[in-house]
């Protein structure tokens, strides 16, 4: 359980900022990522989430399939990772700690 922690707390973090943030933005998603794109300075920064956020797909991708697990099980972070950048992987790691917490085998006590 320990591996879920961090995560977990970042991504409800993170995703209680974003719909706080989103419920008092005066422009759509798209629109705001039009405005960011529209300067150098603050392109820069999204194309350097963006080339971070394919790394990390690629991560899980290659995560998923060296544990066992189809190509489209990544699918759903992988869309999530392109709308929200850090959401994808952050869900993705609480849900791997969880099925990892689920398959280890529990210490049995000694007498």
């Keep these: 359980m320990k591996s879920v922690a961090l995560p977990l707390i ?8 974003t719909l706080a943030v ?4 005066e422009q759509s998603l798209i629109d705001f990522g039009i405005d960011l794109m529209s300067r150098p300075d ?3 920064v999204v194309i350097d989430l963006y080339l971070l956020a394919t790394l ?5 991708y290659k995560d998923a399939r060296d544990r066992g697990q189809s190509a489209w ?7 999530l990772t ?3 950048v ?3 992987p952050l869900l993705y ?4 700690g969880l099925r990892a917490s689920k398959t280890r085998p529990v210490a049995t006590q000694q007498a």
């Design 93 to 96: 790691l609480v849900v791997r």
């Design 56 to 60: 990390a797909g690629i991560w899980m």
């Design 82 to 84: 392109a709308v929200f």
């Design 42 to 44: 603050t392109a820069q």
């Design 22 to 25: 989103m419920l008092q933005a």
């Design 86 to 88: 850090s959401a994808g």
């Design 73 to 79: 099980s990544v699918l759903p972070y992988l869309l």
């Design 10 to 17: 970042a991504l409800l973090a993170f995703t209680g900022y």
